[in-house]
């Protein structure tokens, strides 16, 4: 990266003000033939990170949520305030993606399923999520919360299909992430897998990898050295 700018895909992107294009299936095989190699042999880290509009709706929410914790009115206030401030502070960035993985950190934050899908729906609300998508949203959390909690990985999938009416036939993101989650092994594999069909897919994949499998020390190293800007 040269002067605040990396190149990805063959195009040149500002690294904090510029966000990364979605990651696709097809552009995961144009970079298997660039690298000559498996996309499933691809190193984790490739490129300098950058902020994404989901990686700071993520940071205020998660902010919000402690700001509020176990105070449905302080809650709503605070994502409102921290919402504003931390767009302010990276406007260029999109915001419209609706990922379910935004709200995530409400799955860590609280211990029992009623109130993850409390919190979960109320983050949701808050942040204009039609009904669908809120759907997603507390599925999402539920999925991470039952996985953290050591549940089988199919009894995850069985509960997410009788509680929310998943289809796992003309497969969202979701349940393209939760497949991925029960079909593989380990946090690598299941990242790995789920980024070849696109950055969301492996967002929500390994969220919910993080709660059912301890994230090795290498990777949580090698994140925090990117993050600080080392290599």
Not at 177 to 185: G, L, T, W, Y
């Amino acid at each position: 990266m040269e002067d605040g700018y990396f190149w990805f895909n063959g195009k040149k992107y500002k690294s904090v003000h510029e966000e990364v294009p979605p990651i696709t299936k097809e552009m995961s095989k144009e970079m298997t033939i660039q690298l000559g190699m498996p996309y499933h042999d691809l190193p984790m880290f490739l490129f300098d990170y950058v902020i994404t509009g989901d990686a700071v709706m993520m940071l205020a929410l998660t902010e919000a949520l402690i700001a509020g914790y176990n105070d449905i009115e302080k809650t709503k206030r605070e994502i409102k305030k921290s919402t504003k401030k931390w767009m302010s502070k990276y406007p260029s960035l999109d915001y419209t993606s609706r990922s379910p993985v935004i709200i995530s950190s409400v799955a860590w934050l609280y211990n029992t399923p009623g109130t993850v899908k409390e919190y979960s729906e109320i983050c949701a609300i808050e942040m204009g999520y039609d009904k669908e998508q809120t759907k997603d949203v507390i599925a999402c959390a539920e999925a991470i919360f039952m996985a953290k909690s050591g549940t089988d990985k199919n009894i995850i999938k069985q509960q997410l299909i009788r509680k929310y009416v998943l289809a796992f036939n003309d497969k969202t993101d979701l349940e393209k992430a939760i497949d991925v989650f029960i079909e593989n092994e380990g946090m690598d594999e299941i990242i790995t897998e789920a980024a070849a069909l696109g950055d969301n897919v492996a967002a929500i994949a390994g969220s919910i990898a993080q709660g059912y499998y301890n994230v090795s020390y290498q990777v949580a190293e090698k994140t925090m050295d990117t993050l600080r800007g080392r290599r």
